[in-house]
């Protein structure tokens, strides 16, 4: 008998949700793509958040820890 594999990948807001069957090998392929789907969410999220925040320049960083 043929092994049947499904998939459905929903994205609601910030939540991933995924449907279907698998094989282990699948699946655990699946739930790194899914982890890495998420941290980019989140990073998305974060980068919006931050848009407007203040910096500091490089040299300004270096000259407060007393590195070059």
Do not use: W
Not at 21 to 47: C, G, M, P, S, W
Request: hydrophobic content about 35%; overall charge negative.
């Amino acid at each position: 008998m043929a092994e049947t594999t499904t998939c459905g990948i929903l994205q609601k807001s910030n939540m991933l949700i995924v449907k279907g069957i698998y094989n282990e090998k699948e699946f655990v392929a699946l739930e790194k793509r899914v982890e890495d789907a998420e941290d980019l969410l989140d990073l998305h999220a974060a980068q919006k958040e931050e848009q407007h925040s203040p910096t500091i320049d490089l040299s300004e960083l270096e000259k407060e820890f007393g590195i070059h």
